[in-house]
């Protein structure tokens, strides 16, 4: 089993669609969760932290399951600029702390 | 304060030459972390560095990778010898030592590395 797993899509949406990705993780030990964004050919950018409690940043809301090892992106009112890949992203100590990476879902935006 | 910073940004390299990739961290940042990412594949980890140490290098091939990041002096990444399957973008993140955003990683632009 892959340590991040992500639903690799592409999800091809309408403008002002409600999108939500999935990403599961292996180690029940984790202790850091993030969602980055990617373009094409670009490096990867923070988009945001992910907490038990949830979190929610203007059109983006992520929620984190501990007890299904289980987190998610809700993205609301889709824009065309939202196109890219999205990277589920979880930290774990393990004597050093090692971010490691979702092979990422691909979001296309049309008009 | 300019971000990471990773160069060059294009590489090209001939079967068997050495390259070089080279980061400098945001700032106030003391750790340096290594990323691969192959044409549409995901980022896998290589490497943790901080000042003068190698903190995990499980992510390292066993041969002809290395790295290193002095006490002065940006971040080095070392490829000996490369071959075509090393051909991919090479990402640099940094992270602060403390604070809030201790786990958050910061990257560079990436250096893309194509063996000819």
């Known amino acids: 089993r892959k340590e991040v797993e992500q639903d690799p899509g592409p999800f091809n949406v309408p403008e002002g669609a409600t999108v939500a990705f999935n990403c599961t993780y292996s180690?029940?030990?984790?202790?850091?969760f993030f969602w980055y964004r990617q373009d094409c050919r670009k490096e990867p950018k923070l988009l945001m932290s992910v907490y038990s409690s949830g979190n929610e940043d203007g059109r983006f809301t992520a929620q984190l399951n501990r007890a299904s090892q289980y987190i998610s992106l809700l993205i609301r009112d889709s824009k065309l600029s939202d196109s890219a890949t999205y990277l589920c992203v979880v930290g774990t100590s393990g004597g050093s702390y090692i971010p490691t990476f979702g092979r990422g879902t691909s979001l296309i935006v049309h008009p | 304060n300019a971000g990471v910073m990773q160069n060059p940004r294009h590489l090209v390299r001939r079967r068997g030459q050495e390259a070089r990739l080279r980061c400098s961290p945001m700032?106030?940042?003391?750790?340096v972390y290594w990323y691969r990412q192959l044409p549409e594949e995901g980022l896998k980890f290589m490497v943790y560095?901080?000042?003068?140490?190698?903190?995990?290098e499980s992510g390292m091939p066993k041969e002809r990778f290395s790295a290193e990041f002095p006490k002065e002096g940006p971040s080095i990444l070392r490829i000996q010898q490369v071959v075509r399957g090393d051909s991919a973008a090479y990402f640099c993140?940094?992270?602060?030592?403390?604070?809030?955003?201790?786990?958050?990683?910061?990257f560079g632009a990436g250096s893309r590395l194509t063996v000819l």
């Open positions: 993140a940094s992270s602060p030592n403390t604070g809030s955003g201790a786990n958050v990683l910061t």
């Open positions: 180690n029940s030990a984790s202790q850091s």
């Open positions: 560095l901080q000042k003068e140490n190698i903190i995990d």
């Open positions: 700032k106030g940042h003391s750790h």
